[in-house]
């Protein structure tokens, strides 16, 4: 009797919808990682773990009550800022870009804490100022969002700096901001981007001339877009089968386990395959949806609704850049991917989805 | 202004809200449909296009590598070359029996077991689907043979490479280094530097001396074209090409004929010798003996020649001018006499009494000098013509340890000279704050003492030594040596001369200068140290004699030449500059266990200066003329 009670109140702030369609995303992720680290089992192991810690993530945030979310929001974004800051001055540099802080015991990415703390942050001012918005709001919002996006993309680090500012960008939207702001932020946009290039770094200019034409670098950067490519496509309709894809297994494609790694998935699955993930993500995204739109307060209809199209945007752009209609920004693919720290981020997303989801029942109850 | 407030309209808001998201699923949808539509179209519009493609990677991007720039002397001698030669390569994964292939392989051609060694080495490091070669330098015997039979070997091909060579072989070889594979962690770097694109198909990268310093010139950008192969791996036509650009040509500041006799004139010692003209920096000689012969550095060295080079007493591997350091002895003296005159603790015509030996205030411990019963009535310019001890002992003291240091380090000393080599070391130049940190003790009188002969904790290379000796030279006015002098750039066959900048000028006074310069030309004439080696000559060069102790000797003892074993004697030193009124040379040699510097270091000078002022050729040399002819060929 009690352990059933136990359980019932271990399982109590979780949403079965959600749990079992990410639960089938992460099973795919340990059978492509399987086939695309060439047999691996200690890389599947090392996912295993990683999901692990990830899901304890979620369990704790999912049974953490809505108003610990709201007060966590100013600390860790200002804890964030700082970091940032400190990184763009005594960050480690690697691969050309410093993105690190070495805090003694190990590195971090204090890029990576931002993806939560910024949506979070905006949310949290918009629910303040929830009686009367005005202009001025927006315009503080704004600020808040671009801010840690001017200094991630300094870093350089243009696919978070993107990706943040999408999801800040969400937030924005759907708190109301005015569609007349928006087609103005538009102009400004379009015309500030000759600007924005001559600010790009060359490795930033040549990813996105690479779009244009993959062929110009062909031994480069352009060899892996090709050779995704040629992946995808080679895959057809019912795919080369599990653990026969040749791309894969003669060591044509680069980062097959990372950012890569849906090429593996289409190439030996093929279109049904690509047909099933696509599924399979639309169904997170539409429960998601759910979630959002029978949210109770402001604040938590703002940080659902980010949540899930951030999820979303993940998904779209990393595929898009795997099949060659958007540029390499080095975007993993959400919960399939190999990778702790974009498990846990994800994962502390959806945490926060089914808190918001179950405290509401309760309260409601 | 009464400002408008909206007040809060929960259904309102709450109708709007789900109008956007139901706006977000929208947006949602489309784009999900756009991947959808690419989907389709790359797998199954495109699909057999693909399929063609991924088929055995039909279509492979083949990097052609680029021809590597040459370095060549100052006068256009050849010292780094390719030559095109014949290889035998195995793509492992076309072949299916490996071993059966290469015992087959080995009917036809010549495959030692050191090929074979090295092949495993080279399996071991790269991935399946890169051609490797199991055979380098075919001769053209073997290249028909294999060409007749080729049908029997799928994935063996023959293919024309580039290969590096170092016509000097021995000489010269410390400076412009060699060539070697590139390995693991050299991999890693370039792929840190965003390089590695342009070392796909490049096998070898520069290791140490030139060809390191200067690999971003030397190597070229890498070409590539895309070829359509057959299931054999064969190519079948290509489809497009992006030709290479090869490196571009190293001009050196060296003469490569002033080297050689530089080289020959070591014999059978051990040592360095760097000349530098004092005007411009640039590097004229730059030797360190022995050598070794970087062409077998190229593919990996065997084993044998590993050991030999490395375990020889005479550590060919090092280089000496560069990395050795050693006291300077007697050659800091002209640099000591100008700091005394520099601080006023020596007026020129200022003598002192020589015993043989200087004791400190209240010390009964004697500083000896090298000649017993001392020198007698000594000034400032006998003190270096006959390398008095006891008046640097003295001076060295007068001067105290704060002077001494910040005066020698404004003439490079305990520092990098910056020469465009990696590796370099930065000598010694003792201090009070050096001493506690490294020993943790104060500094005492008498370390002053022995500093002030060059015997102390000082330490300086060659190279350093050169450096000293070309500001000296030049009356002050530095100039960072350079081994550098143009580049040639590969497709435009456009000159680049380096400019060579002003270090600094340590503005010295002209009539110090003209006393100390003069007492060293005295050193090359009769009367002098190096008179010997000074005899006859028909122009007049500047000169100090150095002798840098091995082992201490005890209070009292004597240093008896011929009783110590070869390895403990003493390190000779020379340096010099010439003409000595116009100088357009500035060199410092090092012969390790040579004794005197009078006796071993200076003839090798005097050599080098014959040479270089007059022309003249020391009989017999061949080395050269040999080396030469192997470069034509």
């Known amino acids: 009797m009690t352990r059933r009670r136990l359980w019932q109140r271990f399982v109590a702030h979780l949403d079965p919808v959600l749990l079992a369609s990410l639960g089938l995303l992460l099973l795919v992720s340990l059978v492509v990682l399987y086939s695309a680290s060439g047999g691996n089992w200690f890389r599947v192991l090392a996912q295993m773990t990683n999901i692990l810690v990830a899901c304890a993530a979620l369990w704790i945030v999912a049974n953490m009550p809505l108003h610990y979310l709201m007060r966590a929001a100013v600390p860790v974004y200002l804890l964030g800022m700082v970091l940032l800051i400190a990184v763009a001055f005594f960050g480690e540099i690697a691969h050309g870009a410093r993105r690190w802080l070495n805090v003694g015991v190990t590195?971090?990415?204090?890029?990576?804490?931002?993806?939560?703390?910024?949506?979070?942050?905006?949310?949290?001012?918009?629910?303040?100022?929830?009686?009367?918005?005005?202009?001025?709001?927006?315009?503080?919002?704004?600020?808040?969002?671009?801010?840690?996006?001017?200094?991630?993309?300094?870093?350089?680090?243009?696919?978070?700096?993107?990706?943040?500012?999408?999801?800040?960008?969400?937030?924005?939207?759907?708190?109301?901001?005015?569609?007349?702001?928006?087609?103005?932020?538009?102009?400004?946009?379009?015309?500030?981007?000759?600007?924005?290039?001559?600010?790009?770094?060359?490795?930033?200019?040549?990813?996105?001339?690479?779009?244009?034409?993959?062929?110009?670098?062909?031994?480069?950067?352009?060899?892996?877009?090709?050779?995704?490519?040629?992946?995808?496509?080679?895959?057809?309709?019912?795919?080369?089968?599990?653990?026969?894809?040749?791309?894969?297994?003669?060591?044509?494609?680069?980062?097959?386990?990372?950012?890569?790694?849906?090429?593996?998935?289409?190439?030996?699955?093929?279109?049904?395959?690509?047909?099933?993930?696509?599924?399979?993500?639309?169904?997170?995204?539409?429960?998601?949806?759910?979630?959002?739109?029978?949210?109770?307060?402001?604040?938590?209809?703002?940080?659902?609704?980010?949540?899930?199209?951030?999820?979303?945007?993940?998904?779209?752009?990393?595929?898009?850049?795997?099949?060659?209609?958007?540029p390499v920004v080095g975007v993993p693919l959400p919960l399939i991917s190999y990778g702790g720290t974009s498990m846990v981020t994800l994962l502390l997303g959806f945490g926060m989805l089914m808190s918001i989801h179950t405290h509401k029942k309760l309260v409601q109850t | 202004m009464k400002r408008h407030i909206e007040f809060k309209d929960t259904q309102r808001e709450i109708h709007n809200f789900r109008l956007r998201l139901g706006l977000s699923l929208g947006f949602v949808l489309l784009l999900l449909l756009i991947l959808l539509a690419r989907f389709v179209y790359l797998q199954v519009i495109q699909q057999s296009h693909y399929q063609t493609l991924a088929e055995n990677n039909r279509i492979s991007i083949v990097p052609i590598a680029p021809s590597r720039g040459l370095i060549l002397d100052r006068n256009g001698v050849v010292l780094a070359h390719n030559y095109s030669a014949y290889t035998l390569e195995i793509t492992l994964n076309k072949v299916i029996d490996l071993k059966a292939t290469i015992d087959e392989l080995a009917k036809i051609v010549d495959i030692q077991p050191g090929?074979?060694?090295?092949?495993?080495?080279?399996?071991?490091?790269?991935?399946?689907?890169?051609?490797?070669?199991?055979?380098?330098?075919?001769?053209?015997?073997?290249?028909?043979?294999?060409?007749?039979?080729?049908?029997?070997?799928?994935?063996?091909?023959?293919?024309?490479?580039?290969?590096?060579?170092?016509?000097?072989h021995e000489q010269i070889?410390?400076?412009?280094?060699?060539?070697?594979?590139?390995?693991?962690?050299?991999?890693?770097?370039?792929?840190?530097?965003?390089?590695?694109?342009?070392?796909?198909?490049?096998?070898?990268?520069?290791?140490?001396?030139?060809?390191?310093?200067?690999?971003?010139?030397?190597?070229?950008?890498?070409?590539?074209?895309?070829?359509?192969?057959?299931?054999?791996?064969?190519?079948?036509?290509?489809?497009?090409?992006?030709?290479?650009?090869?490196?571009?040509?190293?001009?050196?500041?060296?003469?490569?004929?002033?080297?050689?006799?530089?080289?020959?004139?070591?014999?059978?010692?051990?040592?360095?010798?760097?000349?530098?003209?004092?005007?411009?920096?640039?590097?004229?000689?730059?030797?360190?003996?022995?050598?070794?012969?970087?062409?077998?550095?190229?593919?990996?060295?065997?084993?044998?020649?590993?050991?030999?080079?490395?375990?020889?007493?005479?550590?060919?591997?090092?280089?000496?001018?560069?990395?050795?350091?050693?006291?300077?002895?007697?050659?800091?003296?002209?640099?000591?006499?100008?700091?005394?005159?520099?601080?006023?603790?020596?007026?020129?015509?200022?003598?002192?009494?020589?015993?043989?030996?200087?004791?400190?205030?209240?010390?009964?411990?004697?500083?000896?000098?090298?000649?017993?019963?001392?020198?007698?009535?000594?000034?400032?310019?006998?003190s270096i013509v006959v390398s008095c001890d006891t008046y640097y002992y003295g001076l060295a003291t007068e001067l105290g340890i704060d002077n001494i240091f910040s005066f020698f380090s404004?003439?490079?000393?305990?520092?990098?000279?910056?020469?465009?080599?990696?590796?370099?070391?930065?000598?010694?130049?003792?201090?009070?704050?050096?001493?506690?940190?490294?020993?943790?003790?104060?500094?005492?009188?008498?370390?002053?003492?022995?500093?002030?002969?060059?015997?102390?904790?000082?330490?300086?290379?060659?190279?350093?030594?050169?450096?000293?000796?070309?500001?000296?030279?030049?009356?002050?006015?530095?100039?960072?040596?350079?081994?550098?002098?143009?580049?040639?750039?590969?497709?435009?066959?456009?000159?680049?001369t380096l400019k060579t900048n002003l270090e600094f000028n340590l503005k010295l006074n002209a009539e110090h200068l003209a006393l100390v310069k003069s007492a060293m030309v005295a050193v090359t004439q009769p009367g002098g140290t190096a008179a010997m080696a000074g005899a006859g000559a028909p122009y007049a060069f500047a000169g100090k004699t150095g002798t840098a102790q091995v082992i201490g000797m005890k209070q009292g003892e004597k240093y008896i030449e011929s009783k110590i074993q070869e390895r403990y004697r003493d390190h000779a030193w020379f340096m010099a500059f010439a003409p000595s009124d116009q100088p357009k040379i500035a060199l410092a040699v090092l012969v390790e266990n040579g004794g005197h510097g009078s006796s071993t270091a200076a003839p090798i000078a005097r050599k080098v200066l014959d040479y270089f002022i007059l022309g003249k050729v020391p009989q017999p040399l061949l080395t050269v003329d040999e080396a030469e002819g192997v470069e034509n060929d």
């Open chain 1, 107 to 326: 590195t971090i990415q204090p890029s990576e804490l931002m993806r939560i703390a910024v949506p979070l942050m905006m949310a949290w001012y918009f629910e303040k100022h929830e009686a009367m918005l005005t202009l001025k709001n927006y315009f503080v919002a704004t600020l808040l969002l671009l801010l840690p996006v001017a200094l991630i993309a300094r870093q350089p680090d243009l696919g978070t700096a993107i990706l943040i500012a999408a999801s800040g960008f969400y937030v924005l939207f759907l708190a109301g901001i005015s569609w007349r702001v928006m087609l103005s932020f538009l102009v400004i946009l379009m015309a500030s981007m000759p600007f924005a290039w001559s600010t790009l770094h060359d490795y930033q200019r040549h990813r996105i001339m690479m779009l244009l034409d993959p062929a110009q670098d062909a031994l480069g950067r352009g060899y892996h877009t090709i050779q995704a490519i040629i992946a995808v496509g080679s895959g057809g309709i019912f795919g080369k089968g599990y653990l026969n894809g040749t791309q894969t297994h003669l060591d044509f494609l680069p980062e097959r386990t990372t950012d890569f790694i849906f090429a593996v998935y289409s190439e030996e699955f093929g279109l049904i395959g690509n047909l099933i993930l696509l599924s399979l993500y639309l169904f997170v995204i539409a429960r998601g949806f759910v979630i959002t739109a029978n949210a109770s307060t402001y604040f938590t209809r703002l940080m659902a609704g980010s949540i899930t199209l951030t999820f979303f945007t993940y998904a779209f752009v990393n595929m898009g850049m795997v099949s060659g209609i958007l």
């Open chain 2, 115 to 168: 090929d074979r060694k090295r092949f495993k080495r080279l399996l071991a490091d790269n991935r399946k689907f890169e051609s490797l070669p199991i055979r380098n330098r075919l001769t053209d015997n073997e290249v028909a043979r294999f060409s007749a039979q080729r049908y029997r070997f799928p994935g063996v091909e023959i293919k024309a490479r580039l290969f590096r060579e170092y016509p000097y």
């Open chain 2, 173 to 382: 070889s410390h400076l412009v280094g060699y060539i070697g594979r590139i390995n693991e962690s050299e991999i890693a770097q370039l792929e840190e530097d965003e390089m590695a694109a342009n070392y796909r198909g490049s096998d070898y990268i520069g290791k140490t001396g030139i060809e390191q310093k200067y690999e971003g010139e030397l190597h070229g950008k890498t070409g590539f074209q895309q070829v359509e192969v057959d299931a054999g791996g064969r190519e079948v036509r290509v489809l497009s090409r992006t030709p290479p650009v090869s490196g571009n040509n190293l001009v050196l500041t060296i003469d490569a004929k002033l080297q050689g006799i530089a080289e020959q004139a070591f014999g059978n010692y051990r040592g360095a010798l760097v000349a530098i003209d004092p005007s411009n920096g640039e590097v004229l000689a730059f030797v360190s003996k022995p050598g070794y012969d970087p062409n077998l550095f190229i593919d990996g060295i065997d084993e044998q020649s590993w050991n030999e080079l490395n375990n020889s007493p005479d550590v060919p591997l090092n280089n000496r001018a560069l990395r050795g350091q050693y006291s300077p002895g007697s050659t800091i003296k002209p640099f000591m006499a100008l700091a005394g005159l520099h601080y006023n603790k020596r007026a020129p015509g200022h003598t002192i009494s020589d015993p043989g030996y200087f004791s400190l205030p209240g010390s009964r411990h004697q500083y000896r000098d090298w000649k017993k019963g001392g020198h007698g009535s000594v000034d400032l310019f006998k």
């Open chain 2, 410 to 496: 404004e003439f490079g000393f305990g520092k990098k000279t910056g020469i465009d080599l990696e590796g370099e070391v930065s000598g010694l130049m003792p201090s009070q704050e050096w001493k506690q940190k490294r020993h943790k003790q104060k500094w005492y009188a008498g370390d002053t003492v022995s500093v002030g002969i060059g015997q102390g904790y000082n330490l300086v290379t060659p190279l350093q030594l050169a450096y000293a000796t070309a500001i000296l030279a030049n009356d002050g006015i530095a100039y960072r040596p350079h081994l550098l002098k143009e580049v040639q750039s590969s497709r435009t066959s456009e000159k680049s």
